[in-house]
């Protein structure tokens, strides 16, 4: 099959594949967000004469949870695996390999290794130039822990798709170079009510679907810190940085008939930035008026229940709020929380 364009053909049910050739990277493919996540693997390669060695690395990220027999669906690598030959004279051969002698394994060394546990011995890591936008990279860094006693996130923008482990704990995986589709989100009011679907209530499309992770306090050493990367796509990990959280305000947006919370957790209410009972428009951040609203002052009454606490329960009703002369009427509340921790 040397004589003419020969190409890896790999039918996939999810959720990444990765190919090599006689250990050589060719190519990856992934499937696109939504719930049929079958894809065909296709890519030019070059064979040697004699014998040549496929390697298929398949990448699951979680599995079907929900609907009719989720526990049948299925993920991976699955039939047919084929060599697509078309010579000089444009004739089209197939070679099927799925019969052929294949072995399996499960896992990555690094992993099985743990080289990302500081306690173990691993390979020397190297410090001289540091490769960036490469796959199937390990990286590692020191790091001070910030001060104080607010939340730590790390962000991990700039990177590709992988795992990160601070201290030996493992922090989960990531893939901040996954984006949410722009065409998802919707700009009219968000409105669960009906039957359930996920493309309901989206936001922040066109963005990664997660940048920020959580590294819990007890994570942390005093001293010095290890963070480990395995970059599976490829990334720069020079962007990985390390910040608090604050947040600034809390918000509600939900219907008559709810019984709801707003807290700022360990610090006080200090302002109700926006409420507004009927028809309010927009997100947290940017709540807006809506064409239908009650004439009873939704502030006022917040401020005497919340200002001062940290945290208020209410029931959003007519009775509290006053009647507003709309359908599916809903209360829209940003809450702004004290700059300061306990």
């Not at 500081?118 to 130039?129: G, N, T």
């Not at 998802?184 to 996920?198: E, I, M, P, V, W």
């Not at 599916?328 to 306990?342: G, S």
């Amino acid at each position: 099959m040397l004589n003419g364009t020969v190409t890896l053909r790999v039918a996939d049910t999810g959720h990444v594949l990765h190919a090599f050739v006689n250990g050589k990277y060719i190519g990856s493919q992934w499937a696109k967000y939504g719930n049929h996540v079958a894809y065909v693997f296709e890519k030019s390669i070059k064979l040697l004469p004699g014998k040549n060695l496929i390697s298929l690395l398949s990448v699951t990220v979680g599995f079907k949870n929900y609907e009719a027999m989720f526990d049948l669906v299925g993920a991976g690598i699955a039939s047919p695996v084929e060599l697509v030959l078309k010579n000089a004279g444009n004739e089209t051969i197939v070679k099927d390999l799925s019969s052929n002698k294949w072995a399996y394994k499960t896992g990555l060394d690094g992993i099985s290794n743990k080289y990302f546990d500081p306690s173990k011995s691993s390979p020397k890591w190297v410090s001289d130039q540091v490769p960036i936008n490469r796959n199937f990279t390990w990286y590692k860094t020191t790091f001070k822990a910030p001060l104080g006693n607010k939340p730590v996130v790390v962000d991990l923008l700039g990177l590709g798709k992988g795992m990160a482990w601070v201290n030996g704990h493992s922090l989960g995986r990531y893939w901040p170079s996954y984006i949410a589709d722009k065409q998802l989100c919707k700009t009219k009011a968000c409105d669960y009510r009906g039957r359930y679907s996920d493309k309901k209530c989206l936001s922040k499309c066109g963005e990664p679907t997660q940048r920020w992770y959580h590294v819990p306090r007890s994570f942390l050493n005093d001293g010095e810190n290890t963070l480990v990367l395995f970059e599976e796509f490829g990334g720069n990990p020079s962007s990985v940085q390390f910040q608090t959280v604050e947040v600034g305000s809390v918000c509600v947006n939900a219907y008559q008939g709810k019984v709801v919370q707003l807290s700022c957790h360990d610090r006080p209410i200090s302002k109700i930035e926006f409420a507004s009972f009927g028809h309010p428009q927009g997100v947290c951040g940017s709540f807006e008026k809506g064409e239908c609203e009650s004439d009873v002052d939704a502030i006022s009454i917040l401020e005497k229940e919340c200002v001062g606490k940290e945290s208020c329960s209410f029931k959003i009703s007519e009775d509290k709020f006053g009647k507003a002369y709309c359908d599916a009427r809903r209360l829209a509340v940003e809450a702004v929380c004290d700059d300061f921790t306990f």
